[in-house]
Nanobody
Framework: QVQLVESGGDLVQPGGSLRLSCKGS????????IAWFREAPGQEREGVVC????????ETAHFAEGRFSISRDHAENMVYLQMTGLKPEDTAIYYC????????????????????WGRGTPVTVSS
């Protein structure tokens, strides 16, 4: 079974950049749909970006377009979330999630479509 561990969260000033990492363990990690979610205090968890495990399909939330991007390193079993132009409203705990492509062919930004979750990494955007 795939396990996920996020890292890279930090305190960053508005306008700054940050790269989050999601390390996957287990066989066949490359065939998992992966998504990044975030949860701000008092708010519901929301999908940020996702990438599919068996095709090129991906999704990006409107608030992340032009600022955030997702990438994978199959050799290292890593998935990254590159964030630029950070704003205070991006402050949240960021989670990566996974589901095997045989259970869902295309990735999504819905929490219901994932069965593996990491514990999250905190991002604070403040001056």
């Amino acid at each position: 079974q795939v396990q996920l561990v996020e890292s890279g969260g930090d305190l960053v000033q508005p306008g700054g950049s940050l790269r989050l990492s999601c390390k996957g363990s287990g066989v066949g990690f490359r065939f998992y749909n992966i998504a990044w979610f975030r949860e701000a205090p008092g708010q519901e968890r929301e999908g940020v970006v996702c990438v599919s495990g068996k095709n090129e399909y991906s999704e990006t939330a409107h608030f992340a377009e032009g600022r955030f991007s997702i990438s994978r390193d199959h050799a290292e079993n890593m998935v990254y979330l590159q964030m630029t132009g950070l704003k205070p409203e991006d402050t949240a705990i960021y989670y990566c999630a996974a589901i095997h492509y045989t259970q869902r062919l295309y990735c999504s930004r819905s929490t219901r479509d994932y069965d593996r979750w990491g514990r999250g990494t905190p991002v604070t955007v403040s001056s």
